[in-house]
């Protein structure tokens, strides 16, 4: 991780190496916390961030859920977020914002330990590398959505994605592929699943996968381009058989799969739907397609 300058700690910008919490932070040791990962990017109006407001509402959804009375609103927030990188001063990244329950209270009730708030960024290139990723399927099954709120980025939700990412790649694969309870597939351990099959894009239904933002962009872009999308439950064999396969998410943004469990996906990867939803998403971001002006936030405005 590159080191950036400051930090955005309750209200205000602090210096990296000082934006420090408290051994007995009660999330550190329940992980009832949430969090957002957000990207900026290089524009020729200066930096923009994708998709602000979205990810700040996804992340009071988060917080609403976990029971935090947040002492900000979303638009405190989303200026902080903006502020943060404008004064580190770079041009592209990734931005952390996140709620947890800080010092004061240890046991399960949170009630009683405060809502602390901090914004980091940081230079980030392409979170699963340039090129097409191998896939194994995990031996962790994804969490049951009646043990927890799926669609929210919670701390603690992770400690299940660090498994499958960890074993994974331990066996030589770059990303794994989670199933849900009733064994068709969720998403990767940070990441969102499509396949291409017969010229349609197939996404697996919400309920026990993150409500992904890179996702929800995916589905409006397909859309618009006169691309059939659809939600459905697939197996594994519609995986394995699929003419095209990728991944979605802030840190992966687009990223191909050229294989699933050692079997390869397609003629070649990226396929040539996955190809033209790259190139649109690089356009989009870098302020180069005025239909999704909206989508961007420009730091310097």
């Known amino acids: 991780m590159d080191k950036t300058k400051y930090i955005w700690m309750d209200g205000k910008l602090v210096e990296w190496d000082k934006a420090n919490v408290h051994v007995l ?42 029971f935090m009375n947040v002492p900000y609103t979303e638009e405190e927030i989303s200026n902080a977020v903006l502020e943060t990188v404008r004064a580190n001063k770079i041009k592209s990244g990734y931005i952390r914002p996140i709620l947890f329950y800080g010092y004061g209270k240890m046991g399960l009730d949170p009630h009683g330990a405060p809502v602390n708030a901090a914004i980091a960024v940081w230079s980030w290139g392409a979170y699963l590398g340039e090129g097409a990723v191998k896939v194994k399927t995990s031996s962790f099954m994804r969490i049951h959505p009646k043990t927890t709120y799926a669609e929210c980025k919670f701390c603690g939700h992770y400690v299940n994605s660090i498994f499958a990412s960890l074993e994974a790649k331990e066996k030589g694969y770059d990303e794994a592929l989670l199933l849900d309870y009733e064994g068709y597939c969720a998403e990767g351990p940070g990441e969102n699943l499509f396949i291409v099959k017969n010229g349609k894009l197939l996404t697996p239904a919400l309920g026990s996968i993150l ?91």
């Open 25 to 66: 932070t009660h999330t550190l040791h329940y992980g009832l916390g949430v969090f957002e990962g957000i990207r900026f990017y290089e524009t020729d109006k200066g930096p923009a961030v994708f998709r602000l407001k979205d990810h700040t509402k996804r992340l009071f959804h988060g917080a609403k859920k976990a």
């Open 211 to 301: 409500t992904g933002i890179t996702r929800k962009s995916v589905i409006e872009i397909a859309n618009n381009e006169g691309m059939k999308v659809e939600e459905a439950k697939l197996k594994l064999n519609d995986v394995y058989n699929a003419d095209e396969a990728f991944f979605t998410g802030t840190a992966a943004e687009i990223t191909a799969i050229a294989s699933v469990d050692d079997k390869k996906i397609g003629k070649y990867a990226p396929g040539p739907a996955t190809k033209k939803l790259q190139d649109l998403f690089h356009e989009i971001t870098r302020g180069k397609n005025g239909k999704y002006k909206d989508w961007l936030a420009y730091v310097n405005e």
